[in-house]
DNA sequence: CTGAAAGCGCTTACAG
DNA sequence: CTGAAAGCGCTTACAG
């Protein structure tokens, strides 16, 4: 199945030991420079290339990288793992990527693999179960074994202990909310379709921070959502709306231009989607833009940091990255 | 690092050998059934778990499979990924996932990496660059290492000898065709901006089929691709829209609109899109389904068929997968 | 400068 | 029914 070439097959045919096969070929100190040219043409020209797991056994590092995404089809999630494996992928350690699908049952299991001496270290997203459920044991768990993680976007009120990347989801929406009210918007909503995910809490409180006269449209069920949204636009009173995802935002937008409305023109709107379809779309949404990529950049950076260093007192990180707001048709 | 409960140590605190404590866990008939269940009550209470390098090393072979996606952010390739998962989740493999981010070069690195003992199968989507110049060498290779290899949805024209996994799309853009034709279209446009990728060239060709009086805009520059678009539409002649891929799509529809066009009622427009994300938005664009994750689920089945199967003789697959129309607000 | 030996943690013929 | 031995393909003290 695999290449038949093992140090064993070169050292036979150069009639030299194998520990001295092993040796040329990591460069050691010890072996003579004659020696190293012999073995290495001879590599070379065999196409010997060392098995990966028997180095990994003997080093007892399997260098690869558990990832846990809730959902790929998320385009933000898809985003944060293509800036994850854009630094992964020039380090020498490898992904394996498993999906929760926001089961907290599922992200036990691919827990309890990774656990298992699968990987070096273990890359995060809660679960939208995990999420409301508070149940952290199984993570927290994986600190007694040793085994570095960091967390990234969802990240539990109470600290666990773990290096975590998250975005300025509060300041985001005061920021939001500040650009609409500046722009003559009298009358703003708010509209969720992720009430009790974590990051969508502190979207609606940073929301709640800004006006004493709130309207807050927030249901799990899109259905639900769609209908409280058809009958509040109807009204008419409401002039600007922020969404807090990228359900919300689609909704808000496809519900107010089914009621005849011009985003943009007599009403306002902000909110979250995915950059580049977005960017092809008309309108194109205003929208708070967190820099996924960014995200798993960072989140892999500091894994990869804490894998390479021995000392195992770096201090656990928290970073905060900043977003920003994109203008497009939608407001003005 | 990782647990330090081993056969070894088990062995010692039962005073039995090695050997025995092996075939013990692994339900051997050679081993009596009290000593099996000395052995696993030690190994529950112990918190045993085999070294998975070290069964892979013994067994030669990685429990891996190796993936090759051009593009994470494309959400067609998004769910084809989700699928593949759902698949191999189920089975005792996992996945390793590389992007090629359309590029060749990179695309043979991943490549170069699985045949060196990395993984057991491969599943690819070959990138842009690949598809245009043609280059199928690093690809051919694999099939000399022994490596069993599946390709999905960017097949290349001349067969190359693996498994494949793709969609009618000459067949789907006529079907489209048609369906808009039985609708009062008189004149029928294509637009696309992939039309040097194979998928590309098939829906093209269907299109063809159909007309004496064909109108292709293709333009794999976005850019260029929408103003074209913009002076075709404000000539007023085109009465339906056939889009090749979600970019030419969602530009197609934005430009109608932008130019005052209600899509569904003067013009038509049928094309590919994000299925979730379509049916959140207004006007939801009637579509080809293509199934991304059944492409994903069907490939990942190829493989794991032959990845179990000891004879090399099973007959190479060639799949041909339907696709289906949904009419959404775009067309009636 | 080179090589024999032990070991990483397992499995599996083979003996007893 | 149990265990000693060899081996998967490497690396690395340790001797010479």
Redesign the interface.
Known sequence: ???VVSLKSLAKELNISVSTVSKSLNDSEEISEQTKERVKNLAKLRGY?P????V??QK?K?M?IGVILPN??N?FF??V??GI?ELV?SSKY??????SNESLEKEKECLD?FS???VDGILICIAEETNKKKTFDHIIDIKQ???PLALFDRIPMQPLGFDAVQVNDYESIVSAYKYLESNKCQNIAFVSSIPTLIVGRSREEGYLSQTNNPTVIAFED?EELKITLENTIKQGEIDGFIAAD??AT??C???L??QGFTPGKEVSLIGYV?A??ND???PKISYIDQHPQEIGKQTAKILLLRLESKLEDIPVSDIVLNTTITIGDTSR
């Open positions: 199945m695999k290449n290339s098995n990966p797991i028997a990994r056994l007892q399997t690869q790929i089809e385009p898809a985003s793992l293509k494996d992928s490898n992904i394996i990527t498993f999906f693999f298992k001496g699968n074994k040793g085994i899109l990228i359900n689609l909704l937008n496809a519900v231009q089914k995915n580049v379809q092809l779309s008309y």
